[in-house]
């Protein structure tokens, strides 16, 4: 099942690529980098059980959550503002889980999935939106 999740993400994080790459400007390309970088790295800071907290995805994340909020600050575009947004929500989840605030460790996993879900899919929603809006 893993494998099946980890082959979804990838598909997912590949079309967000493609897309912010063909149709992207300067910050969805950027963002479509970072993404990737810490896709990439990930899995070798990735501790194999989620019953304790994953401090290397923690400072993955983290450095993640920092860059996408530059990107934000710095863009003429909304949609940078929804991906650091969802970031954070990944970095509080690690921090709530460190602290021992009884989260199960399937929730916790799931909950990196599902906001990293989200971070793509503002990339994807975002590059789509402001393609069309050069184009009107």
């Known amino acids: ?39 990439i790295v990930s899995p070798f800071a990735e501790v194999k059980s989620f019953d304790v907290p994953q401090h290397g995805l923690l400072l993955i994340d983290a450095a ?9 600050v710095y863009s003429d575009r909304y949609w940078p503002m929804f ?7 990944t970095v509080f989840f690690h921090v709530a889980r460190g602290t021992g605030a ?5 929730a916790y996993a799931d909950s990196l999935v599902f906001w990293g879900y989200l971070v793509i899919a503002a990339l994807v929603v975002g590059t789509l939106t402001e393609r069309e809006k050069a184009t009107s």
């Open 64 to 72: 993640l959550l920092l860059a996408l909020t530059a990107v934000a």
């Open 1 to 39: 099942m893993a494998t099946l999740l980890f082959l979804a993400f990838a598909l997912a994080l590949a079309g967000a690529l493609f897309v912010a790459f063909r149709f992207g400007g300067r910050d969805e390309r950027l963002v479509a980098l970072l993404l990737l970088t810490a896709a």
């Open 102 to 106: 009884g989260i199960m460790p399937d």
């Open 83 to 89: 991906a650091a947004g969802f970031q954070l929500t």
